[in-house]
């Protein structure tokens, strides 16, 4: 049990820190799209744990390791739309949340964008692949 509590820990920090590092050039190409040479990436301390907790896709990508990755992929996707949804409403409601989609026609509540489903489907891929273990990649 102390092992898996260590194990999360520092999944739950590998995913916080990659998160934060994909919100940090994200954000840096839309200022490149907006001409902005300065490239400046913002984030905010509330996405490391909302990233951090990507860790809880370990146990799923467990179940889902023989599955096709279109099928994973949506599944992730999925469940980072319902984190990103819960939390940014959660945050909204105490005027913490660091993000605003009101802008875009495709958001939801202004806590999700629905144009952003193929940037989730590729993270929760990437996460799936930081999560994996030495086991999980000699056994494929």
Request: proline letters at 4%; glycine letters at 6%; a positive charge.
């Amino acid at each position: 049990m102390k092992k898996r509590a260590v194990v999360f820990c520092k999944n739950f920090l590998k995913c916080g820190l990659t998160g934060w590092c994909m919100e940090i050039l994200f954000t840096s190409a839309d200022s490149l799209r907006r001409r902005d040479m300065t490239l400046k990436g913002v984030t905010s301390i509330w996405m490391f744990p909302i990233y951090g907790s990507a860790a809880l896709l370990a146990p799923v990508s467990r179940l889902l390791k023989r599955k096709p990755a279109w099928l994973r992929g949506l599944t992730y996707m999925s469940m980072i739309f319902s984190t990103e949804y819960i939390t940014g409403r959660l945050l909204t409601r105490h005027k913490l949340c660091p993000w605003d989609y009101r802008k875009s026609r495709w958001n939801i509540n202004r806590v999700i964008r629905l144009d952003f489903a193929p940037c989730w489907f590729g993270a929760g891929l990437l996460f799936e692949r930081l999560l994996s273990s030495p086991e999980d990649s000699s056994s494929a």
